[in-house]
Structure formats: C-alpha cells, structure tokens
C-alpha cells in the first residue's frame, strides 16, 4: 500500500518516468522493431490489395458494359421506365423502342468533335409509344454532324423503332433559353433542361442511337448523322473481396501496435508491483 500511495503522491511526473522506463527496455525495443516491421508491412500488403480491388473492380465493370452493350437489345421498359433515375448497372445497356419522332423538338450540340473533327451532335426528342411511359418524352442523340444543316433535322414520320445506347445526363450550368427554337443551340444534353424546354414528362437518360427502321419513304435532301456509338464508362469501384483483404490487412498493422503498447503496459505494471514491494 505504501508503495501505490507513494506513487499517487509522486503524481504524473513518475507515471511518465515508468512507461518510459518500460518502453526503453531493450526487450521491449526489440520487439516494437519487430512489430513495426510487421505493421509496415501489413500496411504494404493493404495497398496492394487496395490497388488489386480497384484493377479487379475496372476489369468486372468493363466485362459489366461489354456484355450490356454487345448483348442483344433488350425493350426500353424492361430495362427503365419514366420518372426513375439509370443506375450504373443500366450504363450503356442497349435497348429498343418504339415511338415517333417529334420535328418541332431538335437542338445542336454544339462543341462536339468526332475522330478529331469538330462538329455538333443531333438531339431529337422520340414520344414512345406503347409500356408504362406510353406517352413519354425520350432524348435521342441521332449522332455527330460536321455543321448544323437544316438538313441533318429531317426527320422520319410516324412510327419508328430506335436501337441504341442508355446514357446518363451532362451536368448543366443554366437552363435553356425559352426563346431558343427547333434548330437552335445547347451546350450540354441534360433531360432535367429539356423537360423545361420541351415539356413532359421526360426520361431522366437519353438514347444514343445506333440504328433506326421506319416504314416511311426515303427523305428526300436529308443529311444522317454519323452514329457516335455508347458512351463511356469510367469508374468500375472496387471489388469488394479484395477491398476486406485490404481492410483485414490494416487491422493486423493496428494490431501489431496495440499488442506492443499492451506488453509496455504490463511491464509498467510489474516495475510498481516491484516498487510496492519493496516500499511494503
């Protein structure tokens, strides 16, 4: 008893002096070089898990958007359907539907280059028809034209059957101007600024088209956009198997760390018991 009391009378200057005694014991520093190297280590092996789910994870998004673009069309509505937001999992996937084209409701996009040609893109809104969004407004990217001709707004009429791309909007700084007409200039393709432009409801995504069969004759003096295929998709995450082998990795590294600090404490442990000892 004596000895604890002498220690709480000492205060913490003495407490400071025992763990310092006690973690510069050369066991002791031994060990911490020892576990030091394996926490570095550990925490070596994190990150190269770390960057092996971040590879695994591009790789399994890539084979993701190459098996929904390169698979067969699959209906607009099985896929999505108006008022719902695509995922990342809808990215790219092809689809079909069917509607009709709308010729008072086509912008340029201007800005947009194509196998390092400028130009500007054809937007056009398609009504589909038939499913849940009967009705719906969907924007179709018709492809890339050097300049924006009257001629590259012909449109087909009546109905169409459209096969292409699901894509995800631009982000939009402003709004479109109201006194912007069929035939004007937009900068990016944001269905949440057309829907205020041309009116609703709207998809949230927009069709970048591939191929187009209508029953109408030939137009006559139209110019066809050059399809600019499906979009890009960058950012495949990580894969998670790889990312708990990061994560179990870092914890060992800790580990390390918290058992030396536990062996420090247990010698600061028996240097009092000591002291008591000899105080009693």
Do not use: K
């Amino acid at each position: 008893m004596g000895g604890r009391q002498a220690d709480r009378a000492a205060g913490p200057a003495r407490i400071g002096r025992d763990w310092v005694r006690a973690a510069t014991r050369p066991r002791l520093l031994g060990i911490l070089v020892i576990l030091l190297a394996g926490a570095l280590l550990c925490i070596r092996l994190g990150a190269w898990q770390l960057d092996r789910a971040q590879i695994r994870g591009d790789q399994e998004a890539a084979v993701a958007a190459s098996e929904r673009m390169d698979g067969p069309a699959r209906p607009l509505a099985d896929v999505l359907v108006q008022g719902t937001g695509l995922t990342q999992e809808q990215l790219g996937q092809r689809v079909q539907v069917q509607g009709s084209f709308e010729p008072d409701l086509q912008l340029f996009v201007t800005g947009r280059g194509y196998d390092g040609e400028p130009g500007a893109y054809v937007l056009s809104a398609v009504r589909v028809s038939g499913g849940p969004s009967d009705g719906a407004l969907l924007p179709v990217l018709r492809g890339w034209v050097p300049e924006a001709a009257e001629a590259a707004l012909i449109v087909p009429e009546g109905e169409v059957q459209l096969t292409g791309f699901l894509a995800g909007p631009e982000p939009a700084e402003h709004g479109i101007d109201p006194e912007t007409s069929s035939g004007g200039e937009v900068e990016t393709i944001s269905p949440a600024q057309l829907v205020n432009h041309w009116g609703g409801p709207m998809y949230s995504a927009y069709l970048r088209l591939a191929t187009q069969e209508s029953d109408a004759a030939s137009l006559a003096g139209a110019v066809s956009p050059t399809p600019v295929g499906p979009p890009e998709i960058t950012g495949g995450g990580l894969n998670v198997r790889n990312l708990a082998y990061a994560a179990e990795w870092w914890i060992f590294g800790g580990f390390a760390i918290v058992l030396w600090w536990r062996m420090v404490r247990d010698e600061v442990r028996h240097l009092r018991e000591e002291r008591s000892a000899v105080g009693g």
